[in-house]
């Protein structure tokens, strides 16, 4: 709790994962990809409690031995290809609503984003809280090599400026900076979640996270890269 506001942290784990099958599950150096978000959570000063929404026993089972609440099983319809993350937050909230259990805030975490902490966690609510015009908080990270101004297009085999009238070199630092979605957190009152159906709106704030936090997993190639990492900040060759 912090503020006087009850705040759930909610892992969202279908078992159907196509691009890296039981990714959720897949041992990331020494534990289970979904372990990483789950112990951050558990670390975090505030958050009240940290539940796995999932339709798959095998992903309960992991989550539960890692002390991460499971009291319901997703139902089969919102763990499809097509179902939304929304809708299986909207479920998450209204099951603890009928059971008489009332949160004033929702933190969102993607178990792809292994390499966010609690730290992130803490910092984000205290920033969300403090602001009294926001009323919601969401991951972004500098855009770098992939800012616009160095983008291209290719029109009739050939190479053209996508922003720009010609090409012209840019140094990073006289570009506008820019920032992208990177999903390792998401905040927000529930109340404006019911009202905005979703965490990006006009009066969402931006945490910013450097860009090795910024990596997640899709594939086994992100794999690879995050496991890297890892290792890397084990040996605090990261800041």
């Excluded at 290809?81 to 809708?87: E, G, Y």
């Excluded at 630092?173 to 905040?187: A, K, N």
Aim: charged share 30%; net charge negative.
């Amino acid at each position: 709790m912090y503020k006087e506001k009850k705040i759930l942290a909610l892992i969202l784990a279908r078992g159907g994962s196509k691009g890296l099958p039981k990714k959720n599950i897949k041992m990331l150096l020494d534990k289970p990809l979904i372990a990483w978000s789950i112990d951050e959570g558990k670390k975090s000063k505030y958050i009240d409690k940290v539940v796995v929404s999932t339709d798959d026993k095998e992903i309960a089972d992991v989550a539960k031995k890692y002390d991460a609440d499971v009291p319901f099983y997703r139902p089969v319809e919102l763990a499809s290809d097509t179902a939304s993350s929304m809708d299986a937050i909207f479920h998450a909230i209204s099951w603890f609503e009928n059971a008489g259990e009332k949160f004033d805030i929702l933190v969102l975490l993607e178990p792809t984003s292994p390499l966010r902490e609690s730290s992130d966690l803490d910092s984000a609510i205290e920033m969300l809280l403090s602001n009294n015009n926001a009323q919601s908080i969401v991951g972004v990270s500098k855009v770098e090599s992939m800012h616009p101004v160095f983008l291209s297009k290719i029109e009739n085999n050939l190479l053209c400026p996508y922003i720009n009238e010609k090409f012209q070199a840019k140094r990073r630092q006289d570009i506008d900076e820019l920032y992208f979605f990177e999903g390792s957190l998401y905040i927000s009152y529930i109340d404006a979640l019911k009202e905005k159906k979703g965490f990006y709106h006009d009066k969402t704030m931006g945490y910013i996270v450097p860009k090795w936090k910024s990596f997640e997993i899709d594939d086994i190639t992100d794999f690879i890269i995050i496991e890297a990492l890892l290792n890397a900040k084990e040996k605090n060759l990261l800041e």
